[in-house]
């Protein structure tokens, strides 16, 4: 979190020792805003509500130890990848291995040097930007892995509906039968030589060679000629 | 030497060189013994700010007796997790302070008493109350 009005990064330091306290305090209070807390509680409350960049954590405290603060801490999501630095004395080896073990970032010992502690949280702020730009890339990524991949699934059933249109086309076309080019025809009876040197009806070979199909009616000409010719029959 | 070189070139205020110059014109002062109290460390670790040294030195005046006198009464009792965790705390206040003797002291008692052993942490309280007072008396010569 960002202190709106100078914009500093924000360091709380829980710690029920009023002389570390102070101490880090006044290492820390010109580049960095500063949040207390002196019990695990405390801290689980101020955490309710803030999000601070980065906290230092005592870890032998009453009530509530360290561990338990911390384990609390990275059950929240918004904070579980915030850099948590443990206080401890120099010569705690047993306490930083546990420490190191449950995935804490670093230490700060006392006695604080003020240059140690300064670097300290420095880099691990600076990493801890690096991580989020990391992830904040890795999500978009991720993202347009997701769109890349909807994209290839609409293109395969696009392309699956191509092929099938295709088939269905070939297969319409293969019934269409069509007449075209120059077809050898009696100028006087009208009948049409095929394929075979045959002389066809021109109904015949029309019906053979399309999807035609003839009703036999008659015309107004020829029924006129027709009628005529079977009324002199009678 | 290096000290007072260092000191120099990091433009220290002049009661850190003061001190350097009392610490290395008495040597024989000096034992293999850890130190009561360190100053030039002290200042060492605060950039050489005189002023809020001099502030902690007062809290802890009125902090290291009182956390002292808290543990000697706890050890009249049986709580052995309480007398650890006002071990660790003096322990980390006498380490911040540079009071090394005392840091020392309340290490021994908060390992007796993270191994159960009442006796033992009982045993050190008048080496522990012993080396408070020295620690206060070098605390304030300096103060």
Redesign the interface.
């Known amino acids: 979190m960002k202190n709106e009005s100078s914009n500093k990064k924000t360091v709380l330091i829980i710690d029920?020792?009023?002389?570390?306290v102070?101490?880090l305090s006044?290492?820390l209070e010109n580049e960095y805003s500063i949040i207390l807390a002196d019990s695990g509680r405390e801290a689980l409350e101020v955490i309710s509500h803030t999000t601070p960049d980065i906290i230092l954590l005592d870890l032998?405290?009453?009530e509530m130890d360290g561990y338990e603060v911390y384990k609390a801490i990275r059950m929240i999501r918004t904070l579980d990848s915030i850099p948590v630095l443990f206080i401890t004395?120099?010569?705690d080896a047993e306490c930083e291995a546990q420490g190191l073990e449950m995935g804490a970032n670093d230490y700060v010992h006392?006695?604080?040097?003020?240059?140690l502690v300064r670097l300290r949280i420095k880099n691990h702020l600076a990493f801890s930007q690096e991580r989020g730009l990391l992830l904040k890339r890795s999500e978009e990524l991720e993202e347009l892995n997701v769109k890349l991949h909807d994209e290839i699934a609409q293109r395969e059933i696009i392309q699956k509906a191509k092929k099938e249109l295709i088939v269905k086309l070939e297969a319409t076309l293969a019934q269409v039968k069509q007449l075209e080019g120059i077809i050898p025809i009696c100028m006087y009876c009208h009948k049409i030589r095929d394929d075979k040197d045959v002389w066809n009806q021109l109904v015949q070979y029309i019906s053979d060679h399309t999807e035609a199909k003839f009703s036999h009616g008659i015309c107004p000409e020829c029924a006129t000629t027709q009628y005529e010719i079977i009324g002199n029959m009678k | 030497l290096r000290a007072l070189e260092s000191a120099c070139k990091t433009q220290y205020k002049r009661g850190k060189i003061t001190v350097i110059l009392e610490k290395n014109l008495h040597p024989g002062d000096q034992t293999d013994a850890p130190m009561l109290f360190d100053k030039v460390e002290l200042l060492d670790h605060f950039d050489g700010d005189e002023e809020f040294a001099q502030s902690i030195l007062d809290d802890a005046l009125t902090e290291i007796p009182k956390e002292v006198e808290g543990l000697i009464a706890l050890c009249g009792g049986e709580d052995l997790q309480a007398i650890r965790l006002l071990a660790h705390t003096i322990k980390g206040m006498a380490a911040n302070l540079c009071t090394n003797a005392l840091r020392d002291i309340a290490l021994k008692i908060e390992t007796a008493a993270k191994n159960d052993d009442l006796e033992s942490a009982r045993g050190l309280l008048p080496k522990l109350e012993q080396t408070t007072r020295m620690t206060l008396g070098e605390i304030r010569k300096l103060t």
């Open positions: 029920d020792e009023p002389l570390s102070k101490i006044h290492q032998v405290m009453p004395v120099l010569s006392k006695p604080f040097i003020a240059d």
